[in-house]
């Protein structure tokens, strides 16, 4: 204990009037921000007179703030005040930028504030909470997201499928897995133009063309409740299939030659050495890659709201594109952040509910 | 005993296995084409339609020279055909203006979040820190947690705080935003990346005397780079597609080019030939850096998945 405790307290020791500075330092630079911070909210609430037009000094003021505190930790701690430095940074970024929008956003859920009102914010209690479980289109939407979740196992297992195609013997690999990969990168709101209003379009699409050569009369993609929702997955899919195919194959890649070598020497088939092999060595890649895709599909918006926004009749909405509708054809934002922040809570507790699952199906079958 | 019983059963079935071994490679060929059809076939359509003409577009022609004969019609709309590049022209104005926007939003939230992530995720991987209760593991779980943060549960509170800090339709307001989008992503990556660094290097170093952020900075950086190479890639990909934040937080200034696309596509009925431009323009640059840069995506993708 003595021999770890010397060498900051040496430090401390030989400039004891640097770690007195810093602890200052940072005092003097809190109250100062804490000052500016009141001055200004007193400012805001037209109590005093004086103060600046916007909030935009206040956020230099933190980053000054930000400054002093990394200084003054580095004279008063030594070398363990210069490795907080390299956290510190993105700590007060994060903090600045989640902390004030989450609580914010928690007290605009409670209010009634409709922005093409002149009433402004009225504090309106669960009123939206009560709204919230009388939409029809809210829970609707919340369906459809079940629905575009169970879609990611679709993905996965066509993504499973390329993978395995990538890692075998072929040539021109490289082209393939650059090509296979390319519509990831694309964004989805080109993704929208090029397949969704074109190639799916109702007259002149290609899609649509080969629909009616193969039969199909009046091949309309977005008309229909299921298949407009069937459209939007497959378009998602073909952006984010290249993601799991990409993790799968790298898992493909690591696993050791000489388990399917020794397979095949006991007399094996492909497929039972695949069931019985690679599948259950790939599981803990496997889950990875489905939980990461999950949390990334929670999010869709961006190819519904381009495309159908939400039709026909609701059938392809997500929670986003709903919400996203709600603020910006409504301009009902204390209602649609209730919204958001009902949803947020179902994520939390849903994605915690698939990490413990997750875990326990991997330590089960290890 | 084994061995020769199975290359004797190997001799006497030679033609059905070899039978069997070319079906297997045809059917593995006739799948990764068709795959690299579904995949290439849109890409090929955008930019094909660009050149296309209104009949063109009608009798759904495919390739170009055989069945129609390419034009400017598309790019010509954009102010980027060849007879058009000189004049002046207020759609090519917007556009650059959009494409510039994206640019600098792309490139400036990347570099935020590559330098901060990657500072930080080196203190995760190597130090022990405290911040009250949290201790490493709860700091690299708050960070990674705002992965799972949708965008709606923040785009209200930040049109609210972005227009008290008049960041609102800025640039600085959608870097910001962007950085704190990808920084989770950039954290991830790196700490991977520098787990995998073995400690004693720097610890060499500090004997020799270096400090603590120059073992970092001399030692351990240059062989973290194309960690960092990949992260910075896959964030300008995440930045210069984002949509959603930037179609509720900008208007005129700082609008960028996805939401220009997103714009057009309502408007103008099917001028096909000019969105396709358009979703080409804006496509293009990815599709150059997923060419040539195909190996620090795939290597951004995978940090973390496979131990």
């Known amino acids: ?366 | 005993m084994t061995v020769m019983a199975h290359t004797q059963a190997r001799s006497r079935h030679v033609t059905p296995v070899r039978l069997g071994r070319i079906v297997g490679k045809v059917a593995i060929y006739a799948l990764l084409i068709f795959w690299a059809f579904v995949s290439l076939f849109p890409i090929y359509w955008t930019f094909s339609t660009s050149f296309k003409k209104a009949a063109n577009v009608m009798k759904g022609h495919l390739i170009p020279w055989i069945d129609y004969v390419p034009d400017w019609l598309g790019w010509r709309s954009l102010g980027l055909s060849p007879d058009t590049l000189f004049n002046t022209s207020t759609v090519r104005d917007e556009f650059l203006n959009r494409f510039e926007n994206s640019v600098i939003a792309s490139l400036s939230a990347s570099t935020l979040a590559v330098v901060i992530g990657a500072c930080a995720a080196y203190g995760l991987s190597r130090f022990e820190y405290k911040f009250g209760p949290m201790k490493n593991k709860d700091i690299s779980f708050f960070f990674l947690s705002q992965l799972i943060l949708p965008p709606v549960v923040l785009a209200m509170p930040f049109l609210v705080l972005y227009k008290e800090l008049a960041f609102l339709d800025t640039r600085i307001g959608l870097i910001l935003l962007y950085t704190l989008m990808v920084l989770p992503i950039v954290i991830w990556i790196m700490r991977d990346q520098f787990d995998t660094i073995p400690i004693e290097l720097e610890q060499a170093a500090m004997v020799d005397g270096c400090s603590v952020w120059g073992a970092f900075l001399r030692i351990v950086l240059p062989i973290a780079l194309p960690g960092m190479v990949a992260a910075f890639i896959l964030s300008v990909i995440l930045c210069w597609n984002e949509y959603f934040f930037a179609a509720l937080l900008t208007s005129t200034h700082a609008k960028t080019l996805p939401v220009m696309v997103a714009s057009q596509t309502g408007s103008q009925g099917i001028s096909w030939w000019s969105m396709a431009a358009l979703s080409a323009a804006a496509i293009l640059p990815l599709i150059v850096i997923g060419i040539t840069l195909e190996r620090y995506i795939v290597k951004g993708l995978t940090a973390g998945s496979v131990k």
């Open chain 1, 1 to 366: 204990m003595q021999d770890v405790s010397t060498s900051p307290g040496s430090i401390a020791r030989t400039a004891p009037d640097r770690a007195v500075a810093g602890t200052w330092l940072i005092a003097v630079a809190s109250i100062l921000f804490a000052a500016l911070v009141l001055a200004q909210s007193l400012y805001k609430a037209e109590v005093i007179g004086w103060g600046f037009e916007t909030w935009r000094p206040i956020a230099l003021a933190y980053v000054g703030w930000g400054v002093a505190l990394a200084l003054g930790m580095v004279w008063r701690r030594g070398i363990e005040g210069h490795k907080s430095l390299f956290v510190l940074p993105a700590v007060l970024f994060t903090v600045a930028m989640v902390i004030f929008p989450t609580f914010f956003g928690l007290y605009i859920a409670f209010t009634d504030w409709n922005l093409s009102s002149f009433e402004g914010r009225r504090f309106s209690g669960l009123k939206n909470l009560y709204a919230l479980f009388a939409d029809p289109y809210y829970w609707n939407a919340l369906g459809n997201m079940v629905f575009y979740v169970l879609t990611v196992l679709v993905q996965y297992a066509i993504a499973f499928g390329l993978a395995l195609l990538l890692n075998a013997e072929i040539k021109a690999r490289k082209f393939f897995r650059v090509a296979f990969l390319l519509p990831f990168m694309l964004s989805p709101v080109a993704v929208s133009w090029m397949i969704g209003k074109s190639l799916l379009e109702y007259r002149y699409g290609p899609v649509a063309k080969l629909a009616r050569f193969l039969g199909w009369d009046s091949p309309a993609f977005f008309t229909s409740p299921w298949v407009a929702k069937t459209s939007i997955a497959v378009m998602d899919a073909w952006v984010w299939i290249p993601f799991i195919m990409i993790m799968l194959l790298a898992g493909l890649q690591a696993l050791p030659k000489e388990l399917s070598e020794a397979a095949k020497v006991d007399g094996a088939s492909k497929w039972q050495s695949f069931w019985q092999i690679t599948f259950p060595l790939m599981l803990p890649v496997s889950i990875t890659a489905i939980v990461l895709r999950i949390i990334f599909q929670l999010k869709l918006a961006d190819i519904v709201i381009n495309v159908t926004s939400g039709g026909p009749g609701g059938a392809t909405d997500t929670v986003s594109s709903f919400i996203f509708r709600e603020y910006r054809d409504r301009s009902n934002v204390g209602y649609g952040t209730m919204l958001a922040e009902f949803y947020l809570v179902l994520i939390i507790i849903f994605i915690t509910l698939l990490l413990s699952i997750a875990n326990r199906w991997v330590k089960k079958t290890q």
